[in-house]
């Protein structure tokens, strides 16, 4: 059973950079083929795709975000991340590390697993 667990802080403030980190364990982030990507869930609102990359380091980027977004992997550590530059207010949410087949989900089904989520408030 794969396990995802997302870790970062939970509290920035407006402008600065947000990195989170998702851990892998049970498996590999090279053992089999997934994207593994980032969703968000703002407060009151959908699943939104943040981007996706695959162990061989190939990313992929909501065009919506795109410009403040960047995904790294580590696979050494079986680690991958996200940093979202010059972040906002519109960027609090729960995000959360997610493994599928797709690069793009719009819903849970969409994906094979994720992790808990951590909650993201960015305030001054």
């Known amino acids: 059973q794969v396990r995802l667990q997302e870790s970062g802080p939970g509290l920035v403030k407006p402008s600065q950079t947000l990195s989170l980190t998702c851990t892998v364990s049970?498996?590999?982030?090279?053992?089999?083929?997934?994207?593994w990507s980032w969703v968000r869930q703002p407060p009151g609102k959908g699943l939104e795709w943040m981007g996706a990359i695959t162990a061989s380091g190939s990313s992929y980027y909501n065009p919506t975000h795109k410009s403040h977004t960047s995904i790294s992997r580590d696979t050494s550590k079986d680690v991958f991340t996200l940093q979202l530059t010059s972040v906002s207010y519109e960027d609090t949410a729960v995000y959360y590390c997610?493994?599928?087949?797709?690069?793009?989900?719009?819903?849970?089904?969409?994906?094979?697993?994720w992790g808990q989520g951590t909650q993201v408030t960015v305030s001054s």
């Open positions: 997610v493994m599928g087949r797709l690069i793009w989900g719009s819903k849970w089904s969409d994906y094979d697993n």
């Open positions: 049970g498996d590999s982030l090279g053992a089999n083929f997934y994207y």
